[in-house]
């Protein structure tokens, strides 16, 4: 999941303050080219528009939480299941907890509801894409039921995106979102 290519990219970078600073219905290519300090015509050849803008920006910076994650889990070893189970919690927790999608969550919502009702988007993607990697290598050490690793990890993103989209909602039954995940997360790809 590394973006290395994209970690001092000033566009990037003065995008996610615009959207910190106003959100992202306001945030405009005006605002960001000034921001990085270049000319707007500038921030135009290398995204069309906003929208290309911000996505890039999202993939950005959630992959970053992801890959962080992916890697802790990796070099605490132990079987396929546990390293998955591992990453998916943690990786929801910090994801809710990265300050741009609580921003995005908090002004734009509505933003959010594409990738929850009509398609992926590209941190989706690649995390269904690694998380079939780790499947695959569960697997192969008996710790994951055999059945395709990329339905199983897709089933394993939707679980962890309804958490992640419902970790703010306020809630009165004291339910522990990321206890209960992993729960979840383990027993569906407990082998029978």
Partial sequence: MSHRQDDEDPLL????ASVMAVGVR?????DVA????LSRQTAYRRHLDVASL?????TREFARVLEGVREEAAAAGGPGRTRVVLSVVEGCRRL??????ARILDVDPE?????VTQRLGGVQRLLIGELSEDVA??????SIRSEAPATLAAMVELLARGAVLAAHAEREDGLDTWGELGIAVDAYLRPA
Wanted: glycine share 8%.
């Fill in 137 to 142: 290598a569960g697997i192969a050490d008996g």
């Fill in 26 to 30: 306001r945030t405009t290519m005006s």
């Fill in 13 to 16: 970078d003065a995008a996610r």
């Fill in 54 to 58: 911000l996505s890039s920006l999202m």
């Fill in 96 to 101: 809710a907890a990265e300050p741009l999608f």
């Fill in 34 to 37: 000034r921001r990085a300090g």
């Fill in 111 to 115: 933003l959010l509801l594409p990738y």
